[in-house]
């Protein structure tokens, strides 16, 4: 079992930054991947980057160039730092880390404001 606390959501105005932070706790030498997806009213939820415990990263297209996710030293927290933030990414973030199993945080909301 992996339990993911998120922080760091609010309100920004377009081109502003955020930066979001999930840490796990419990069974984290067993997490293969952590990463962070959205979901906006209305919208299927998307992945948007992802970090492999090697290391490995992968962004959706529409965030690259603008998020990244570095990790902690103790590797069982994740960042997800949002620059050139845009309307369009208005969306409630969740943390996600899979072992065998795929576990989720409780969602934080990032409002980006026009």
């Known amino acids: 079992q992996v339990q993911l606390v998120e922080s760091g959501g609010g309100l920004v105005q377009a081109g502003g930054s955020l930066r979001l932070s999930c840490t796990a706790s419990?069974?984290?030498?067993?997490?293969?991947?952590m990463g962070w997806y959205r979901q906006a009213p209305g919208k299927q939820r998307e992945l948007v980057a992802t970090?492999?415990?090697?290391?490995?990263?992968n962004y959706v297209d529409s965030v690259k160039g603008r998020f990244t996710i570095p990790r902690g030293n103790a590797r069982n927290t994740v960042y997800l730092q949002m620059n050139s933030l845009k309307p369009e990414d208005t969306a409630v973030y969740l943390c996600?880390?899979?072992?065998?199993?795929?576990?989720w945080g409780q969602g934080t909301q990032v409002t980006v404001s026009s």
């Open positions: 419990g069974s984290t030498l067993a997490i293969i991947v």
């Open positions: 996600n880390a899979v072992t065998r199993g795929a576990y």
């Open positions: 970090i492999t415990s090697g290391g490995t990263t």
